[in-house]
């Protein structure tokens, strides 16, 4: 089992910036690949990044490519989500999930953080 934990959510204006973290514990050996979605009420889940915990290579959706980007430390099983020139569109729940191999589709990840919310005024 893989335990994750998000943080870093909160309410932002629009233009404004945020980083989320995700750090996961327990059997992490398997999982070579970390990915956030997002999900706004009544939408279903949206891919938004992905980093390979190896090589660190990323992927990374249209809409946030150049405002959003994605890192890791694996000295502390943690990856971020630094996000830039935010707007409402943005508002969402974000997910940290862990999968085998880099991936866009949610199916590919097999253990899913709780979410943290964030929320980007007009």
């Known amino acids: 089992q893989v335990q994750l934990v998000e943080s870093g959510g909160g309410l932002v204006q629009a233009g404004g910036s945020l980083r989320l973290s995700c750090t996961a514990s327990?059997?992490?050996?398997?999982?070579?690949?970390m990915g956030w979605f997002r999900q706004a009420p009544g939408k279903e889940r949206e891919f938004v990044a992905a980093?390979?915990?190896?090589?660190?290579?990323?992927i990374y959706a249209n809409s946030v490519e150049g405002r959003f980007t994605i890192s890791r430390d694996n000295a502390k099983s943690t990856a971020y989500l630094q996000m830039k020139s935010l707007g409402p569109e943005d508002t969402a729940l974000y997910h940290c999930a862990a999968a085998a191999n880099l991936a866009r589709t949610p199916y590919q990840y097999l253990y899913w953080g709780q979410g943290t919310q964030v929320t980007v005024s007009s």
């Open positions: 980093i390979s915990w190896g090589a660190g290579n990323t």
């Open positions: 327990g059997r992490t050996s398997s999982n070579n690949a």
